[in-house]
């Protein structure tokens, strides 16, 4: 499944790994990617929910392949439960590499984001 094509319709954000993104042995650090995912999901809900929202939870994270410097990395975003106040939302990331067009998927997680009104209190999301 990792070299089936992701679904290009979802793209949330795409970014080229750049060496200020490297741990001390010189790899991506995985604190980028699940930033980067945090942001790929947070565009799903506030689009979702039409406002501000927070995130409330990382419930899964699973980091299947190295990132390197330089390549190009795609993530996408797909809504997967409205509750009341509440998004459940999928990330995927997925690289293309350097010197190459092959592409494959190097991380997945689960967000869970809440909407939010201008007191920072939680608000109903509209189905």
Not at 35 to 43: E, H, K, T, Y
Not at 56 to 65: E, G, L, P, V
Request: glycine letters at 8%; one cysteine or more; charged letters at 25%.
């Amino acid at each position: 499944m990792t070299n089936s094509p992701p679904p290009i319709e979802e793209l949330c954000l795409r970014v080229i790994a750049m060496p200020r993104d490297t741990n001390p042995a010189g790899d991506i650090f995985g604190g980028w990617l699940v930033s980067n995912m945090d942001m790929a999901a947070g565009i799903v809900a506030t689009h979702t929910s039409k406002g501000r929202v927070v995130t409330a939870a990382i419930d899964k994270m699973a980091f299947i392949r190295p990132v390197f410097v330089g390549d190009e990395v795609s993530y996408y975003g797909r809504l997967l439960k409205i509750g009341t106040t509440s998004m459940q939302i999928s990330v995927e990331a997925w690289v293309r590499r350097a010197r190459g067009e092959e592409i494959h998927k190097v991380t997945e997680g689960l967000f869970t984001f809440v909407a939010i009104d201008e007191e920072r209190k939680p608000r109903t999301v509209e189905k």
